[in-house]
């Protein structure tokens, strides 16, 4: 993690993965079959602004309440590393945590939050401002953002069409690479918190 010669494209590719297109077909095919076409595309479309607004207030005034509060970046980056470590390996080992039964269909705001944002990824966020404190790096993170959250959109509009001539297996297959992935950079995103603070104390 001290390692960001290049932070926004770090940023772009951890988000593609951890909350990127692969993700967000399946689940919103799922929540929304019997959806009629005009009105999934509604709901991905307003789902997917929602989600750039939720990236561009984390990345504004996010970041003065982890200031407010003295949070250091080691301390948010072990706790967004414990929560990703947690997410990744559930899946992993058989467990959901989504739970069983039927699935109401969900409104704009519950499909941004926490199904396409989910709350590690605001910490990635706060965590990357913290290396990009200057309202051009915080702007730069915005449109990192807004790119995977277009990106989201047009996959969820797609996915009808996609589950209907391609299927679940390749995003299975990509599914499980992802779900190692993340728990990898969750461990090592603890791993790195704590080691550098203990560093910074010695």
């Not at 959806?35 to 997917?48: D, G, I, P, Y």
């Not at 690479?177 to 993340?182: A, N, S, T």
């Amino acid at each position: 993690m001290e390692d960001l010669s290049a932070p926004l494209a770090v940023l772009y590719g951890l988000l593609f993965t951890l909350v990127g297109p692969i993700k967000a077909i399946p689940t919103f095919h799922a929540l929304t079959a019997g959806v009629e076409a005009k009105a999934r595309t509604q709901l991905a479309f307003k789902a997917s602004v929602l989600g750039a607004l939720g990236i561009a207030v984390a990345a504004f005034m996010g970041l003065a309440l982890v200031s407010k509060y003295g949070v250091s970046k080691e301390a948010l980056g072990t706790a967004a590393g414990l929560v990703l470590a947690i997410v990744g390996i559930m899946p992993l080992i058989g467990l959901d945590l989504k739970g069983a039964g039927p699935k109401a269909t969900p409104d704009a705001m519950s499909l941004a939050f926490p199904i396409l944002l989910p709350p590690y990824a605001f910490g990635l966020i706060l965590l990357f401002g913290l290396y990009l404190p200057t309202t051009e790096g915080r702007f730069g993170i915005i449109l990192v953002g807004a790119v995977i959250m277009a990106m989201n959109a047009v996959a969820m509009i797609l996915a009808g069409p996609f589950m209907k001539h391609v299927g679940m297996t390749p995003l299975r297959m990509f599914g499980a690479v992802f779900g190692i992935l993340q728990l990898g950079l969750g461990v090592q995103m603890m791993f790195w918190g704590i080691s550098t603070a203990f560093q910074g104390a010695a």
